[in-house]
Each structure stands twice: as structure tokens, then as C-alpha cells.
């Protein structure tokens, strides 16, 4: 809805109000408000990538497919900028003075406060104002929302006070009007009953619209039976706005809107108390994408309010200590690596391997102490090993889980499997990389595929499979059951393959005994045997092997070399590549660093900030957003083999970064 009425407002003094996206920021902490209204002085890691997002969490194609469930809607089409709030609003009332309406992007501005709807459905005297998310929910869960113990359960916390606030401001907005507050969500119980769903919406980088979606249909009828649910979430919203919940136990809905308000208009720094949990996961803080004049919203709180100068900043602290439950001790002033004892994190050995607050305990003596070098549990590992055979095998998963479904049949959420990648160690240090299998033709369901490929690499011998973390597990649980319905022509004989190298997980219906050959987690391994302190606590194997990398003499011996020099083949990379390599200053650059980018706006850190909200998903994020990108969008060939090329260089590192591993373990 464009009229004239646009131009005039955008000629009116720019509008400053607190917004929806501003308010959830400020209950994570009232200083982020603060940082984020001075962009260009303080560095945020979570840069905005609108396209990005939508490639990475289905957000905006959720979006598009929800609009057409409420069709004959009315979009108030304006770029979303501060001197547009009047523009939104008056457009809005405008709308809002027929008898029923359905308006997408429905704007509300009351005293400096600024919201804006999904959808917004009126019916009489009654607004039901719709909140669209691609977070999935499950009708047969009694407690989605509200736990036993009768508290808002943490998942849904950001997602009910959201909701709550766009509550409050249209309900100010028309007091003589019944507000009624919805959330419209992804059900994982219901099945697409179309092929080619998600193809339906395709994710477009230059598009001016705020969601950026090419839709293809305009008809509901054409997308099959509706995969969504709406809840009324009317009973909690009130006691919200009533503080019967509150998202901190001093502070009250409406203090909390008025705090933010007075930081968000007059630009004033709140001094919120810090907090471990908070500061911990604060995206205001400097890293290497950071130019120099940009300064970190961490450093600033800790100059404010605890007299921070260089030296505790220079200090080992206890924000990066591996599964630390911090609050108890910050909340003592215990911040400091050297001012803890064993006492303080309930230090309790095991018998087999590192417990998790021995491995914790090391890191604090190593950091504390500047002690650079690695931990090695020589024995422990030795005796691990004598139950592995060779020739060894290193797998790597890449999977996908999208909320509108690629295939009929399918439920919103379900993995799928486009790639693996397998190097074979063999007892006389011989390397290969033996198979890799992906699929980035749009609209395939690769799951069975995938699993047959991965059955003919891995039946030939008994030798021992190593995954990193749970995820390939997982996956093959997820396929089991996905073979189990299916009328796939070899489902007795993959089924019997998944069993024999993986174990049930917690929530398998009819689990499997463990079976000989289960998979060895490698990433359990390193828990339990090694700790390098230049990994920072971290068990990431994008962190593990560089810093394994920068001290390992065996690995920079042989990685400096060419592939083609050092026992190793490789089906991506030319002979005369070299796994280690050095900056101009003479650092070592992770081979991660050396990938071409299978997104070309950011990097693999920057990626996984756009996939917190994602469930299920392991560190391959960039992978996933490279395959959304395939799946979602038109490109030539040309493109699409470029990204292919790049995935299928990044899921052999991933194995290779295993074999890697597992050599220097062996070396000391």
C-alpha cells in the first residue's frame, strides 16, 4: 500500500522507538540496546544478513507459506526504517477501520514504542495478531510452554515476552478493541502431502521486499494440507503484561519497557549488572573482523562497572572455561583463573579418562600458569586403542533440516543427509581419501542414496569407523526410522547395515543391542585423553586441529610437504596442494582458512550466529547454508558446481582434520 502519504512522512524528523527487535534484544541485557544504537562505535559479531538468515533458518519462506494460509491479505509495503513508523501506522488504521481485514506487516506506534505484525486478522471487535515462527512445535507435548514446575520454559521465554510486547502496544494502540495473541507454528506432526514444497518459496539476494522470497504459488490449495498451528497464547501473555512471569525477578514488564525506552531515545548507557551467562555469550565483543576503531560492548561493562584496565583484561578469566556453570562463581567475584581452587568447580577424578571437571581443572592450571603445552593421557589412550582394528575409517556427515519439507511424506524438520566424505587410515600409515557421495540436485531426497554409498564404503572390512561428536549417530537413527516406513527396495538390508555400526539413541522406539563395530567418537577421545590449551576449552575440531597444527612436529613435518609426497590421496585437491602453510608474519593458517567459501558473505563463525535457533544441528553450518542456497535459489550450473566443488572440499578436510588427529595422538 504506496500512496502519497509515504512521501510526506518520510519528510517528517526521523522518529526514534523502541521496536520488537530492540525490546527482545534489551531482556537478553539492557546494554546490548545501548551498543546497538551506536553501530559504528561498538563491534557487533552478529552482522545482518537478511539473505543469509533466510538460507539458514527458513524463517522467510515460513513466512511467505503462512501469509497464503490467510489469503486476501493487505501488505503495507514500506522499507523499514525509523521515519517510516507513522507511515506503518496510519496505513494500519486506515486498514482497521473495515469490518474484517487481514494485513500483513501491520504497524502500531504508541508513545515511542514501535511494533510491527506478521499478520494481523480482524474480525469485528477483535484483532488476532498472528506471530508466524519457523520454530517447530509438537500438539502432543503437555508442557511446551509452560514447564511442570509451573515456570515458562527457556526455548519459549524470547518468543512469549516478544509476543507480549506486540500485545501491549496494539492493545494501547485500540483499548476498544480485543486483542488476541497467537503463535503460528511448524507442526512436526504433520506431513507434506506435495513434492517440491519448499521450492515453492525461493530465497532471492536482491529482492527489496523484507523477506526477500520469490513465491511461485498464490494459492493455499496448491500447498497441500497446511503443516502450521495457531495457539492462542492469550492465558500467558496476560500474566506477562501482569508480571506473574517476568524475564528478571526485579525488574516488571512495563519498568522494563520504560528502561528500554529511555536508552533507546536519549542513547543512555543503563550500567546493567553483569552477569556470567550474559557476558559469556555477549556478540559485543572485538574479534578479527573487527576494524580498529570499533570498540567492544564486553570491554566497555567491565571498565564501568568493575575497573577493568588492561591488566584484567590481559588476565586468564573464567568466561571461556569449558561447561563451566560460572554464575555462582562470578556472582563471588571469583572472575579470575588464578583466584579459583579445586574446591570451586567440585573437582571429582574418574576412573577411565578425563571427568568433566578434571578436563576444566586443566585448563584453569595451564591457562593460569601460561603453561603452553598439551595434556596427554599416553596410557589411557594406549589402552582405548587396543579395542580398534585397522584399517581405521573417519566419516563426516553434511545434513540439512528445513522446516517446509522437500518431499511429500515428509515432516517438517526431518534430516536430510546430502554428503559424507571417507578417508581410510591403514596400518602402515598410508592415507586415502576412499569415497565421498553429495547430491545438490534440487528437489532429491537423498537419504536412502546416501546410506547405500555409505553401506558399499564401509562393508568391506571390520575395520574401526570413527565419527567427531554425535551427529552421524543421530543421523543414522533418523534414517533407520525414515527406512522403517518406507517401501525403499533395500530397507532390510540398510537397516541391518545402521545397526551394526551405530547405537540407539535415548529416543529410538525398538532400540538395537550396541553392536560390535559401533562407531568410535573421536571427539570423545580427545574429552577424555588430550587438552591443548590453545584451543581455549574448545573440543570444535575446527579449533582442535589448528591448534594441534601450530605445536605437532610429526603433522607440520609431513603436512608441509605436497599431497602427493606424503602417502596421501586426496579427490579434490591437486597434488601439489600443502595442507600447511604460513602467513606473511610466519603463522601457521588453519586449513580451514584455506577453503573456498561455500557462502561468499561470511565466514564459518558468522554463519553459525544465523543457526542458533536451528534444532538439531551439529557445526556444519556452512554447509547447510551453501545447500539451502542450491536448494532455494535459481542459479546457472556454472554456480551451482562452484558451490558443489566447495562442499565437497570442505566435507574432506573435515574427515582429513580426523586423520590428522588421530596420527598425533599416535606420534606422542
Not at 507434506?192 to 521450492?199: E, K
Not at 556472582?331 to 574446591?343: A, M, N, S
Amino acid at each position: 500500500l504506496r500512496t502519497e502519504n509515504y512521501n510526506y512522512f518520510r519528510k517528517k524528523q526521523i522518529l526514534k522507538a523502541l521496536s520488537k527487535s530492540r525490546f527482545k534484544l534489551g531482556l537478553e541485557c539492557p546494554n546490548k540496546v545501548y551498543y546497538s544504537n551506536n553501530p559504528d562505535v561498538f563491534y557487533n559479531q552478529k552482522k545482518e544478513d537478511p539473505f543469509l538468515e533466510a538460507l539458514a533458518s527458513g524463517g522467510f519462506q515460513v513466512e511467505e507459506y503462512a501469509r497464503l494460509q490467510f489469503p486476501n491479505g493487505k501488505l503495507i509495503d514500506a522499507p523499514y526504517k525509523d521515519d517510516n513508523y507513522p507511515f506503518f501506522h496510519e496505513e494500519t488504521k486506515k486498514l482497521l477501520g473495515q469490518e474484517e481485514v487481514v494485513i500483513y506487516e501491520a504497524g502500531f506506534l504508541y508513545d515511542h514504542l514501535f511494533v510491527r505484525t506478521d499478520i494481523l486478522q480482524k474480525k469485528g471487535n477483535e484483532i488476532h495478531l498472528i506471530e508466524v515462527k519457523a520454530k517447530s512445535y509438537n500438539p502432543n507435548d503437555l508442557y511446551t510452554f509452560i514447564t511442570k514446575t509451573g515456570k515458562i520454559d527457556s526455548s519459549w521465554k524470547s518468543y512469549l515476552f516478544d509476543l507480549a510486547f506486540q500485545t501491549y502496544v496494539v492493545q494501547k494502540c485500540y483499548p476498544n478493541l480485543k486483542v488476541i495473541p497467537y503463535l503460528y507454528l511448524v507442526d512436526k506432526t504433520k506431513s507434506a502431502t506435495i513434492d517440491g514444497l519448499n521450492q515453492m518459496f525461493r530465497v532471492q539476494k536482491n529482492k527489496n521486499k523484507r523477506t526477500g522470497i520469490d513465491r511461485l504459488v498464490d494459492d493455499k490449495a496448491q500447498l497441500g494440507d497446511n503443516l502450521m498451528k495457531s495457539i492462542n497464547l492469550a492465558h500467558i501473555v496476560d500474566k506477562i503484561i501482569a508480571d506473574e512471569f517476568k524475564y528478571y525477578d526485579h525488574l516488571g514488564f512495563e519498568e522494563a519497557i520504560e528502561l528500554l525506552k529511555e536508552v533507546r531515545l536519549n542513547n543512555t548507557y543503563p550500567n546493567w549488572e553483569t552477569a556470567f551467562s550474559t557476558c559469556k555469550n555477549c556478540e559485543f565483543k572485538r574479534d578479527k573482523q573487527a576494524t580498529n576503531h570499533q570498540l567492544s560492548g564486553f570491554e566497555y561493562c567491565f571498565q564501568k562497572q568493575h575497573n577493568w584496565t588492561n591488566i584484567e583484561f590481559n588476565k586468564p578469566n573464567i568466561f571461556n572455561v569449558w561447561d563451566l556453570r560460572g554464575k555462582s562463581l562470578f556472582e563471588q567475584g571469583k572472575i579470575f583463573k588464578e583466584d579459583l581452587v579445586e574446591d570451586d568447580i567440585k573437582l571429582k577424578p574418574q576412573v577411565d579418562g578425563l571427568s568433566r571437571t578434571e578436563r576444566q581443572w586443566i585448563q584453569i592450571e595451564k591457562e593460569r600458569d601460561k603453561d603452553t603445552s598439551p595434556y596427554f593421557d599416553k596410557a589411557g589412550f594406549e589402552e582405548a586403542s587396543k579395542n580398534w582394528n585397522y584399517p581405521y575409517h573417519f566419516i563426516d556427515f553434511e545434513t540439512s533440516i528445513v522446516p517446509l519439507p522437500f518431499h511429500k511424506g515428509r515432516t517438517p524438520y526431518e534430516q536430510v543427509a546430502f554428503q559424507f566424505s571417507h578417508h581410510i587410515m591403514h596400518e602402515n600409515g598410508r592415507v586415502e581419501h576412499a569415497n565421498e557421495y553429495v547430491n545438490v540436485k534440487p528437489g532429491d531426497f537423498p537419504n536412502f542414496e546416501f546410506t547405500q554409498y555409505l553401506h558399499d564404503a564401509l562393508v568391506h572390512d571390520e575395520g574401526t569407523i570413527f565419527r567427531y561428536s554425535t551427529h552421524e549417530n543421530t543421523i543414522l537413527n533418523a534414517i533407520r526410522k525414515q527406512l522403517l516406513a518406507s517401501q525403499y527396495t533395500f530397507k532390510v538390508e540398510l537397516i541391518q547395515f545402521i545397526e551394526s555400526i551405530s547405537q540407539a539413541t535415548k529416543n529410538t522406539a525398538n532400540p538395537w543391542p550396541i553392536p560390535e563395530r559401533n562407531m568410535v567418537d573421536l571427539c570423545e577421545v580427545i574429552k577424555d585423553y588430550f587438552y591443548h590449551p590453545l584451543t581455549k576449552g574448545s573440543n570444535s575440531i575446527k579449533k582442535v586441529l589448528p591448534a594441534i597444527l601450530s605445536t605437532s612436529t610429526f603433522i607440520q613435518a609431513k603436512y608441509s610437504k605436497d599431497i602427493e609426497y606424503i602417502g596421501l590421496s586426496s579427490k579434490n585437491f591437486p597434488k601439489s596442494h600443502r595442507w600447511l602453510q604460513r602467513d606473511k608474519s610466519g603463522e601457521l593458517i588453519s586449513p580451514y582458512d584455506l577453503l573456498p567459501k561455500v557462502y561468499e558473505g561470511a565466514n564459518q563463525e558468522e554463519i553459525q550466529q544465523y543457526l542458533s535457533d536451528i534444532e538439531d544441528l551439529n557445526d556444519g553450518g556452512a554447509a547447510l547454508t551453501a545447500y539451502g542456497k542450491i536448494q532455494y535459489t535459481d542459479m546457472t550450473n556454472e554456480e551451482r558446481n562452484q558451490i558443489k566443488e566447495a562442499l565437497l572440499k570442505y566435507c574432506e578436510l573435515d574427515t582429513l582434520a580426523m586423520v590428522m588427529i588421530m596420527e598425533h595422538l599416535q606420534s606422542i
